[in-house]
């Protein structure tokens, strides 16, 4: 069973920091490193846009939006793609998905709700 798990969203006002957390689990990421991981956003009435990919060779790309306020890390020993975002904006609202794509493979999280008040 291919799971990935999102954590750490919350109401936050503008300004703040939040950081998200994927855990992925399942067979198919006994070799978690091999996975080029992601964090999609899609906010109220949007369609799904990317904010940030770290490859599986350790590279990163970033959004225009979030760059110099969100970074991208993996734990590959814990399964585990992060994404710290600070100086947190009204428009970065929105629910925030992990991705991992591979061949063969697309999966997607269920989804974690970030809320900035203004």
């Known amino acids: 069973q291919v799971q990935l798990v999102e954590s750490g969203g919350g109401l936050v006002q503008a300004g703040g920091s939040l950081r998200l957390s994927c855990v992925a689990s399942?067979?198919?990421?006994?070799?978690?490193?091999?996975?080029?991981m992601s964090w999609y956003r899609q906010g109220p009435g949007k369609q799904r846009e990317l904010v940030a990919t770290?490859?599986?060779?350790?590279?990163?790309n970033y959004a225009d939006s979030v760059k110099g306020r969100f970074t991208i890390s993996r734990d590959n020993a814990k399964n585990t793609v992060y994404l710290q975002m600070n100086s947190l904006k009204p428009e970065d609202t929105a629910v925030y998905y992990c991705n991992a794509l591979r061949a063969g493979l697309n999966a997607w999280g269920q989804g974690t709700q970030v809320t900035v008040s203004s």
């Open positions: 770290k490859t599986s060779g350790g590279t990163t």
């Open positions: 399942g067979s198919i990421f006994s070799i978690f490193s091999i996975y080029d």
